[in-house]
């Protein structure tokens, strides 16, 4: 492995979820552009490692109940991942190396990788991005740079900023005046000026998933995810992708980037972790059609909402290899949706929810539901009617989970304002925990929360089982594995023989 300029490198975690596999645009686009500008760039994804076993892709709940420790004890690095971490980067030995968080519980991780990094060289500067609002990225760049391990955070989006960032780094001159930055100076944290997004994402190139370090051995689902697109239309209380610019690539650049994974990679299993894949119809239907004319035999998830679906889009969807729509339904309560400023979901009563269903289960199409419960001063009979829509939808996977208060949001701000909030360690900021103090019994949340996400953990199951009974699905998965494990059997050999 050759010595290169910028590592940008995701932290390992304690749990396995499933995020873990998968490689986000955001993390391989960045060194795309900089190879792009002759500056020598990979990504290493830390948080995995090819060999170790991984039953069940969520974090369980015994993970929930002994966070804290298991966390405390994976901090002290004595971990396999903390080790190949300290192994690979002893290695590139980079300038520059990008920390990307994936959720802003990975504050501890981040710094101990941050640590890593200045123990192996102390001259290497390290910075950091977490995509989310601009108010979230300053406050959470703030909590980062009085460590003292972090030399700069990007505010905004990281490609041309990180590409700055880098040919200013290597001439030796200061950072001090690139925009879209956070940084230390004289003990005083200091923002540049703000940088503007790209409006036109079709300016940026295909991300290169051959930057990827020990990508042989990384399974084909790894490289799954596309990116259809930025921001939202949206703007609800307590997301983080509130208040960035909603913009789309066109849909020949997406099906150029997915017909490009599925021929060079083997990939059979997408995703689009866009806020939703039916914010533009016109976009959605154009991208379904190009599926089917370049007859790419697929299977794919994405995000919508309730107030998108019809018998028609679902039929088209189904049609291009939709296996799974995700929807963020956060309550069945009326009131708590107005509180929510979830506007995607007004109107729709019980009765809506059942035809959804219906047509869901008629076209064959899985879903994944998201509720939020122990949101500011929400009763109990509120969060009732939440529960009651999961049995509309029924044994789809399902996700209860209690009010996360990021930082940047309206909720948190107001959360603050009326002293709710229980304690502001971002390490803590995770699902399984209560962070705002509840309106209803402690102990009557806690046993709603251990009762849904056993259901759900069985309702896994069921899902997992139907998917594997689907042909289309069982097709697409068994031709994806076949290839990596005679990839990955033939890549070892070789290296056993060397």
């Known amino acids: 492995m050759d010595k290169i300029d910028v590592l940008v490198v995701r932290p390992p975690r304690f749990y396995t979820d499933v995020a873990t596999s998968p490689i986000f645009p955001e993390e391989i686009l960045p060194p795309t552009i900089l190879e792009e500008n002759n500056i020598t760039s990979r990504f290493f994804n830390a948080d995995f490692l090819p060999l170790k076993l991984r039953i069940f892709p969520y974090i369980t709940i015994s993970d929930y109940f002994h966070y804290e420790e298991k966390l405390k004890e994976f901090l002290k690095g004595k ?18 190396v990008l920390l990307v968080l994936r959720m802003p519980s990975d504050f501890s991780v981040t710094l101990k990788m941050a640590n890593i990094i200045k123990d192996t060289n102390e001259e290497i500067k390290v910075g950091f991005y977490r995509e989310g609002n601009e108010n979230f990225q300053r406050y959470i760049s703030s909590k980062f740079l009085e460590s003292n391990l972090i030399d700069f955070g990007i505010i905004g989006e990281p490609e041309y900023t990180l590409l700055e960032v880098a040919k200013t780094v290597l001439k030796g001159k200061d950072i001090s005046k690139i925009r879209g930055l956070a940084f230390k100076k004289w003990g005083k944290i200091i923002f540049t000026k703000r940088r503007p997004v790209e409006k036109d994402l079709d300016k940026f190139p295909i991300a290169n998933r051959d930057l990827v370090l020990y990508r042989k051995y990384l399974p084909p689902s790894s490289f799954s995810v596309i990116e259809g697109g930025r921001g939202c239309i949206y703007s609800c209380n307590f997301c983080l992708a509130a208040g960035v610019p909603f913009r789309l690539r066109s849909p020949e650049k997406v099906i150029g980037e997915l017909a490009q994974v599925y021929l060079k990679y083997g990939t059979r299993k997408f995703s689009f972790p866009m806020s939703s894949f039916l914010h533009s119809r016109k976009w959605a239907l154009k991208i379904c059609n190009l599926i089917k004319k370049f007859r790419l035999n697929i299977t794919f998830s994405c995000y919508a909402n309730l107030n998108q679906l019809d018998k028609k889009i679902l039929k088209v969807l189904k049609s291009a290899g939709c296996s799974t729509l995700i929807i963020g339904l956060e309550s069945g309560n009326y009131n708590t949706l107005i509180k929510m400023n979830k506007l995607s979901n007004l109107g729709f009563d019980y009765r809506n929810m059942r035809e959804v269903a219906r047509i869901l289960k008629n076209t064959g ?50 959360i603050k304002k009326k002293r709710m909030l229980i304690d502001e360690n971002l390490d803590l900021y995770h699902t399984g925990r209560i962070n705002v103090k509840p309106y209803v019994d402690e102990r009557i949340l806690r046993k709603i929360w251990i009762k849904y996400a056993r259901l759900s953990d069985l309702c896994e199951w069921v899902c997992f089982r139907k998917k594997i009974l689907d042909r289309r699905i069982f097709l697409c998965k068994a031709t994806e594995y076949f290839k990596y494990a005679t990839q990955f059997f033939s890549t070892y050999v070789i290296s056993l023989e060397e």
Do not use: C, M
């Open 365 to 414: 199409i899985f879903l994944k539901i998201g509720i939020i419960i122990n949101n500011p001063e929400e009763s109990l009979n509120e969060i009732k009617d939440s529960l009651k829509t999961l049995h509309y939808f029924a044994p789809n996977p399902f996700r209860v989970q209690f009010l996360v208060p990021f930082p940047g949001t309206k909720y948190f701000k107001e």
């Open 79 to 96: 971990s396999l991942e903390w080790k190949n971490a300290k192994r690979v980067v002893k290695k590139v030995n980079p300038k520059i």
